[in-house]
């Protein structure tokens, strides 16, 4: 009779518990995965027994199986990761370039006006475009996340953005941006959608758009050399930052701050053409998205930084 007596206590004993590899460990339940005991008519010891389940099973196996509803479920959301939050939520805070600003060409004396001059002289009309307003050297960022170092001639019309040779000292080409032609102004914060696996920049940029109301091309913003895309989007140039660069004449050409300044009032003050059904131009400051989600190859570019010419060791390009 003690035999049987003892085998029922196992029995009931076995029903209500579950076995737990070390009980000496004392988990925090937060990290615990809580299994419902299948006899509600268990005692508390059993219940207690329950909540100490299987630690493997909540650190490991759970993680790993919620990653592909983790990743589908954020993936294509077009909701903004928000900025990395930094001090006065502005870049300057958080960069320091410490490398030799000579490796920069844009920084050695008489280039960058040498520059500015010949793109002055070779892409402006003054009678179609009017004077020169004031110029910058700034960091574009292409459609494909990818940074380039461009130089920025504004007028009283049209923004001309120069891509130059800063080594062989030579114009490689430009684009005209007339400015009764753009929609919007939006200055804020570089994000990217809240399933990008890039690391936010926490920078703040500028983005000029136009042709707002025509739909987006799939093959045109999908195309990494295609540079017919209906905006453009700029940020402080690297140098902005070096402690070497003090002459506030230069620091003023790599100030996107002060680009945006100008930009807005010229545009402002800017006359529209007699079309009535043409809506002016929109200045606000949010957030910018920068529709990349993985990016391998601009993420490389930009850290090499080799949309910039600088000395690279042995070669510059």
């Known amino acids: ?3 049987d007596t003892l085998e029922e206590e196992l029995l009931h004993e076995f029903k209500g518990g579950t076995l737990t590899i070390n009980p000496e460990n004392k988990l925090n339940n937060d990290k615990l995965i809580k299994v419902e005991s299948p006899d509600k008519a268990a005692d508390n010891d059993s219940a207690k027994t329950n909540k100490n389940v299987n630690h493997w099973s909540a650190n490991f196996i759970s993680p790993l199986t919620s ?48 520059a500015l001059s010949e793109c002055k002289d070779q892409f402006l009309d003054e009678e179609a475009d009017g004077p020169l307003l004031e110029a910058f050297l700034l960091t574009q960022i292409n459609h494909w996340n990818s940074d380039k170092e461009r130089l920025l001639l504004l007028t009283p019309r049209t923004l001309v953005v120069a891509k130059y040779d800063f080594i062989a000292l030579k114009r490689l080409g430009y684009k005209k941006l007339p400015l ?5 102004v939006i200055y804020g914060n570089l994000a990217y959608p809240n399933g990008s ?12 758009i136009w042709n707002k109301d025509k739909p987006d091309n799939f093959g045109t913003l999908w195309n990494p ?9 700029f940020t402080f140039h690297p140098l902005f930052f070096h402690k070497d660069c003090a002459d ?40 910018i998205v920068l529709q990349s989600y993985v990016g391998i190859g601009s993420v490389i570019h930009n850290r090499n930084s080799l949309g910039f010419f600088k000395v690279r060791g042995k070669f510059s390009f």
């Open 1 to 3: 009779m003690i035999e």
């Open 67 to 114: 990653i592909p509803n983790k990743i589908s479920a954020t993936l294509w959301s077009k909701n903004p990761k928000p900025p990395t939050p930094s001090k006065e939520n502005t870049i300057q805070q958080t960069i320091c370039i410490t490398e030799n600003p000579n490796n920069y060409f844009t920084f050695r004396e008489s280039v960058l006006a040498r």
């Open 180 to 184: 009764e032609l753009v929609d919007e």
């Open 197 to 208: 696996l890039i690391p936010n920049r926490n920078m703040k940029g500028v983005r000029l």
């Open 225 to 233: 050399f295609n540079e017919d895309v209906p905006f453009c989007t």
């Open 248 to 287: 506030e004449k230069l620091k003023k050409l790599y100030c996107l701050e002060t680009f945006v300044e100008h930009i807005s009032k010229t545009i402002a003050d800017l006359p529209r053409n007699n079309d009535t059904n043409r809506e002016p131009c929109t200045i606000q400051e949010k957030d």
